[in-house]
């Protein structure tokens, strides 16, 4: 059985460029959600996609934005970036029928310069 | 209020002592309650995942939920130095909703 995993894991971008992330579900996974884990604190919820749609966002404005794909891959994309963007961003795939136990990747560390 | 409260350590035993982490909670709707570790530079690993009130054991591992105070526990017997790492305990309101994360717990077992 293959975990979740994320790419790139490190990423070195400036104020105001766009950036996406990547995150292939553990494998029989339908659902994906996406976290932002600021340095010294709890994963943040951005959004999450079921079945390719979004099933649910948190309070983050509306240039985070997302894709999920046929095979549950899921996209992250952040345009116009700020500083306050640096984090490390996670991907967690679950299957929605067997409650909520999200399994998390390693995680993407960006960076804003 | 924060939905979820951790004091965020750092907490350092000794190695086989009994670690006790702990995290209260404001929204009365939570049913899902759950407590990941995540190593330095690592992606959180779910621990423990229960459901409403009640004990749950797994190895040297025990969660506890008290819904009437809004709280709840991860015990650790034995500890051992691996692990060390930060604990967070998390919670959701239905079975595919959003999680709601602790701001974590830096744990050191120390030899």
């Known amino acids: 059985e293959t975990g979740v995993t994320q790419s790139p894991t490190h990423l070195i971008k400036t104020r105001g460029q766009q950036v996406t992330l990547r995150c292939s579900s553990q494998s029989g996974h339908n659902t994906v959600s996406w976290y932002q884990q600021a340095l010294g604190q709890g994963p943040q919820f951005i959004f999450q996609y079921y079945r390719e749609e979004e099933n649910g966002r948190g309070n983050f404005p509306p240039r985070f934005s997302g894709l999920q794909f046929p095979n549950y891959s899921s996209e992250l994309n952040v345009n116009a970036l700020e500083l306050d963007d640096s984090a490390l961003y996670l991907c967690?795939?679950?299957?929605?029928?067997?409650?909520?136990?999200?399994?998390f990747g390693p995680g993407t560390r960006l960076t804003v310069l | 209020q924060k939905e979820v409260e951790q004091d965020p350590g750092p907490l350092s035993v000794p190695e086989g002592a009994i670690v006790s982490l702990n995290c209260t909670y404001s929204?009365?709707?939570?049913?899902?309650f759950m407590w990941y570790r995540q190593y330095s530079r690592k992606g959180p690993e779910l621990l423990m995942y229960t459901y409403s009130s009640g004990n749950k054991e797994d190895g040297r591992f025990t969660a506890q939920v008290d819904k009437s105070s809004k709280y709840i526990s991860l015990f650790i017997r034995d500890s051992q130095p691996s692990d060390s790492a930060t604990y967070l305990c998390a919670m959701s309101a239905l079975r595919d909703d959003k999680i709601i994360f602790g701001k974590g717990t830096r744990l050191h077992i120390l030899p």
């Open positions: 929204n009365s709707a939570f049913q899902y």
């Open positions: 967690a795939s679950s299957l929605s029928t067997s409650g909520n136990e999200q399994f």
